[in-house]
């Protein structure tokens, strides 16, 4: 096996650290968009901190570790968005040191480099660096990978400490999100099999992980919320959508360059070669779980798992749901590519290429975020510049709204309470063939017109 100095690791951590930073940069000076909004008044409007601590969306998971996250950074920097970012990308910095440690633990430390440097050139998951709505994402695949790791080193030294901060960890992750939830099974049944391991290790490691999943699930139980709103929009359920999803996420992991694709104009052919790509994807995982190493078969099983709870999603799937499985992908990746391309050399130029093609990307998508954040800013300065003081009845009507997501009307809602300081605002769409309704606002030429149902021209 590979093993590596220590001062090699300090360097190794470094070289790491600046290549996510490098890739990921353009995230830090964008402003809030959509989903952000609405945790910012949650969290300005708060009626308590416990509350707002404890409470989870109706029919959802208990999210303590994302809303812990919302609350500090709220305390910390308030409204500026850009402090914002740069936690982000250093807890994404912190996912990238974590996937290099347990890859070079399970295997050894040229394949914990490669995946490592290939999960930062993998841009699956933008969303959920550019977007810090989407941080719980980046937060939970933290602490799954922090929490197994502590579990791994306990399994090889009996380290008391590493198996309580890793059980720790694994907590903290059952109470950030759901998805936690899912790979605690992959965990626990991996360390009850890791057969070179002592017996009592594995049985105190596999009782630690249940005291854990029990303490989750009695909270959890304790402050149900009632069913969610996704399962009774419909927005969530079980069907034959879930397995063009699964190609569609796959594929999207195989082959992540939106960006690129959308300068190109390739985006139709980017979007069919991903569902190749995702079968393909997936009768290579199947064929893994099936006559694959132990190490291969728990990577395998992480990315699976991880990715499950999102498919019955009846919508389009995002970016940010594959931050975690990109992640697991990409030691899946590394060990093909070792075992593929014998020379370091070759290696190394090709996963500098697809760096480069990285950076290229990320940038590219930026584009696309920036565009979105702007375009919120925008309206919310349009109205409260036409409107500056809310109105009187405290509901605000507009028409010809830009489309910018499935309900845009509730995050402009919180958009505008959070510019009014003013938590009881409700925002209501107006279809267009409605606009001549007195009191509408109209979306015109990048502005918001009050008072008037003049249609966009030129001026």
Not at 29 to 47: C, H, I, K, T
Not at 92 to 121: I, K, N, Q, Y
Not at 168 to 175: E, T
Request: proline share 5%; net charge neutral.
């Amino acid at each position: 096996m590979v093993t590596m100095e220590p001062n090699h690791k300090m360097l190794a951590a470094v070289a790491l650290l600046a290549l996510a930073f490098t890739i990921t940069l353009p995230a830090i000076d964008n402003g809030f968009s959509l989903d952000d909004y609405n945790w910012l008044a949650r969290v300005s409007f708060r009626s308590s901190t416990v509350a707002f601590l404890l409470t989870p969306e109706p029919g959802q998971f208990v999210n303590f570790g994302a809303r812990g996250m919302w609350l500090a950074a709220f305390t910390g920097f308030g409204l500026e968005p850009m402090p914002y970012h740069a936690l982000l990308l250093l807890l994404h910095g912190a996912v990238v040191l974590l996937l290099w440690r347990m890859a070079s633990e399970t295997f050894d430390a040229d394949v914990g480099l490669l995946a490592a440097a290939l999960f930062c050139a993998q841009t699956a998951g933008a969303e959920a660096i550019f977007w810090f709505a989407a941080s719980p994402h980046v937060l939970v695949s933290a602490l799954v990978l922090a929490g197994t790791f502590g579990i791994v080193r306990y399994l090889a030294t009996d380290s008391a400490k590493a198996l309580t901060g890793g059980l720790i960890a694994v907590g903290a992750a059952l109470l950030t999100k759901g998805t936690a939830f899912a790979v605690l099974p992959v965990a626990a049944g991996w360390t009850a099999i890791c057969g070179s391991e002592p017996r009592r290790r594995r049985a105190t490691a596999v009782f630690g992980l249940g005291l854990a999943a029990v303490a989750a699930i009695a909270l959890n139980l304790a402050v149900w919320g009632g069913e969610s709103y996704l399962v009774e929009r419909g927005l969530y359920r079980f069907g034959v959508h879930m397995f063009s999803n699964t190609a569609t996420s796959v594929g999207m992991v195989v082959l992540p360059w939106t960006g690129i694709a959308a300068e190109l104009d390739l985006s139709d052919a980017l979007a069919s070669a991903r569902v190749a790509a995702g079968v393909a994807g997936l009768v290579a995982g199947v064929a893994i779980l099936i006559v694959g190493s132990g190490r291969l078969r728990w990577w395998t099983a992480l990315a699976a798992f991880s990715l499950a709870p999102t498919l019955p999603f009846a919508m389009n799937p995002t970016s940010r749901y594959v931050y975690l499985p990109s992640a697991a992908a990409s030691v899946l990746a590394a060990v093909v590519f070792r075992r593929a391309i014998r020379r370091r050399g070759l290696r190394l130029a090709m996963v500098a290429a697809l760096c480069l093609a990285a950076l290229i990307d990320m940038r590219l998508r930026d584009n696309h975020f920036e565009y979105r954040e702007r375009l919120m800013r925008d309206m919310v300065a349009g109205i409260t510049t036409a409107l500056p003081a809310p109105p009187a009845d405290g509901v605000v009507q507009m028409a010809g709204l830009p489309r910018l997501g499935l309900d845009p009307g509730i995050h402009l809602e919180a958009a505008l309470q959070i510019a009014w300081r003013d938590p009881s605002i409700r925002f209501e769409l107006v279809p267009d063939d409605q606009a001549d309704r007195p009191g509408i606002l109209r979306w015109r030429d990048g502005r918001i017109i009050a008072g008037t149902t003049e249609s966009p021209s030129a001026d």
